[in-house]
Nanobody, 122 residues
Framework: QVHLVESGGGLAQPGGSLRLSCAAT????????MAWYRRTPGNERELVAM????????HYSDSVKGRFTISSENAKYMVHLQMTEMSPEDTGMYYC???????????????WGQGTQVTVSS
């Protein structure tokens, strides 16, 4: 089994910063992609940022582009989300997601973390 363990959530002031981290543990062959999603009050879960492990290509939602940065430590099977210039609209539950190869076949299984709460408030 593969587990994702998130850390770094909490309270930030408007204009402030937080850094989220997520580590994969368990039995797998490798990781194809790492991403952060969030569910903000009254909204569906949305993709915030994604990184493709091979090559490092990244994608951001328009709402966080220029403020958030996703990065990975591939050897440690970790992904980070550096959040800056935060606003109350960033408040929500943030989820780590990884595309994991459990065997040597090309199949990728997407695993979710349990979520970490981020609150932006003065």
């Amino acid at each position: 089994q593969v587990h994702l363990v998130e850390s770094g959530g909490g309270l930030a002031q408007p204009g402030g910063s937080l850094r989220l981290s997520c580590a994969a543990t368990g039995s797998f062959v490798d990781i194809a992609s790492m991403a952060w999603y969030r569910r903000t009050p009254g909204n569906e879960r949305e993709l915030v940022a994604m990184i493709i492990v091979s090559g490092g290509a990244t994608h951001y939602s328009d709402s966080v582009k220029g403020r958030f940065t996703i990065s990975s430590e591939n050897a440690k099977y970790m992904v980070h989300l550096q959040m800056t210039e935060m606003s109350p609209e960033d408040t929500g539950m943030y989820y780590c997601n990884m595309g994991v190869r459990l065997t040597t076949s090309p199949r990728v299984d997407f695993i979710w973390g349990q979520g970490t709460q981020v609150t932006v408030s003065s």
